[in-house]
């Protein structure tokens, strides 16, 4: 059974930092794509950052609201992902989720397929 959970999520002030984390488990950490999104009140899911990863290492993908502020990574001995968000801004406020896909998913969201319950991240000016 493929279960994703996160953490790290909270509330923290504009330009402030949290690194969320995403324990995976039922699947191989290899050759999966992992991926970030959020969801704002009343708004639609959106990616937000992305690894294609690979025996030999990942290549990431990110948003374009988030580049330059975010870092995804992940640890596959650990079978853990990461968001680090730096500088962060009131709009960044949303459920961010952790998901898995088999295959190449970049920032598409019907490209997943397993997902997390989220985690809450809320960001005050």
């Known amino acids: 059974q493929v279960k994703l959970e996160e953490y790290g999520g909270g509330s923290v002030q504009s330009g402030g930092s949290l690194r969320l984390s995403c324990a995976a488990s039922?699947?191989?950490?290899?050759?999966?794509?992992m991926g970030w999104f959020r969801q704002a009140l009343g708004k639609e899911r959106e990616g937000v950052a992305s690894?294609?990863?690979?025996?030999?290492?990942?290549?990431?993908y990110y948003a374009y609201s988030v580049k330059g502020r975010f870092t995804i990574s992940q640890d596959n001995d650990k079978n853990t992902l990461y968001l680090q968000m730096n500088s962060l801004k009131p709009e960044d406020t949303a459920m961010y989720y952790c998901?898995?896909?088999?295959?190449?998913?970049?920032?598409?969201?019907?490209?997943?397929?397993?997902w997390g319950q989220g985690t809450q991240v809320t960001v005050s000016s």
């Open positions: 998901a898995a896909g088999w295959e190449f998913a970049g920032l598409r969201t019907e490209g997943y397929n397993y």
């Open positions: 690894v294609y990863i690979q025996p030999s290492g990942g290549t990431t």
């Open positions: 039922g699947i191989a950490f290899s050759t999966y794509s």
